[in-house]
């Protein structure tokens, strides 16, 4: 198949909010600097349904959703050195050139060699799409676009990982996982002792409450209006359960009573801006640090007195977790093999790619964290 077009099944996103449509799609060869990979097995982030939604201002359509996934790659365009075929990797949405002006400095993860191409959905070299149906092209979402038994990527956006980490597990840590773990470990660097309060428990939630308890926090307050979630929750380190739906009084002034003043640090994984003020306002005077790791909507904005900056508090925000993805990805691998991090006890579902919408339906039921999708 190398050097040829490949037709393969893959769910295409036609309109926002129209059912996916499981289609032949014609894939091109991989060009220069660029990696078509096999995609086996993918699951669904919060991510894929937000742009599906509309309300994505990088949102175009017709696309090809998805992120978070694992594969083998098929083959490579010139000059990409580092992959070969048949290696195993995960398609890395927050890319690492090792070049650019952000990765030398040492201050982010977050890449700006192929970022220009990938938010309008096409590749770097001829600005178009690999992806089409019938002729019409089809765009490329978040320089990944998993919901394709085949995908080409730009080679900065590969993570080589070890051959014998299941890919239907694995797959997880291309989003969901390695955000939550990071924003404690790298974000906001959660010493022993603290105390932590975690908005929203889902996959992302879920996973900062991991981190915070290898982090040695001492209390890990979740908070989610979904009660079913508190159960579950427990098994990932969350101590403390708050249903906002349970109190009258706003949220924040629950958890500053709860906490003799606030709480050292906490992190919004829902996406609503008014929980973003919130999970600010519950932090402690003179030092807590609220991460901001939910994607809210266009058109959406945060606010808050600036007293509440001025008086110590700190906001941040994060994106996969300040993970360098083609280093720490493979590392990532490595710890779940050596059972040092969680990674199936988020997986609650396991349907086939043609169940897509299924898989979607799922997602806003609860008592779903990660559905995998095999291809
Ligand atoms: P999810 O839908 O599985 O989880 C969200 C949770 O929030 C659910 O348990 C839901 O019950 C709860 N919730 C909803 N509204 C609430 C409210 N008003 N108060 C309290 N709880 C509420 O989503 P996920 O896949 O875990 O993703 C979480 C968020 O993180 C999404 O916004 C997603 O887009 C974002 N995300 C960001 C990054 C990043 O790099 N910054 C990476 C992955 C995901
Ligand atoms: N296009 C969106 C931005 C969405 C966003 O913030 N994405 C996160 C990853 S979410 C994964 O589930 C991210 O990495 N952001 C940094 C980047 O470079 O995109 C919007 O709202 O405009
Ligand atoms: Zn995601």
Redesign the pocket.
Known sequence: TQGQVITCKAAVAWEPNKPLVIEDVQVAPPQAGEVRIQILFTAL???DAY?WSGK????LFPCILG?EAAGIVESVGEGVTEVQPGDHVIPC??AECKECKFCKSGKTN?CGKV?GAT?VGVMMTDRKSRFSVNGTPIYHFMGTSTFSQYTVVHDVSVAKIDLKAPLDKVCLLG??VP?GLGAVWNTAKVEPGSIVAIFGLGTVGLAVAEGAKAAGASRVIGVDIDSKKFDVAKNFGVTEFVNPKEHDKPIQQVIVDLTDGGVDYSFECIGNVSIMRSALECCHKGWGTSVIVG??A?GQEISTRPFQLVTGRVWKGT??GGFKSRSQVPWLVEKYMKKEIKVDEYVTHNLALEEINKAFDLMHEGGCLRCVLKM
């Open positions: 982030c919060h991510t742009t994505d201002p990088e949102g992120h949405y927050q977050l970022r938010g989003c969901g955000t994607v809210a266009s994106a996969f």
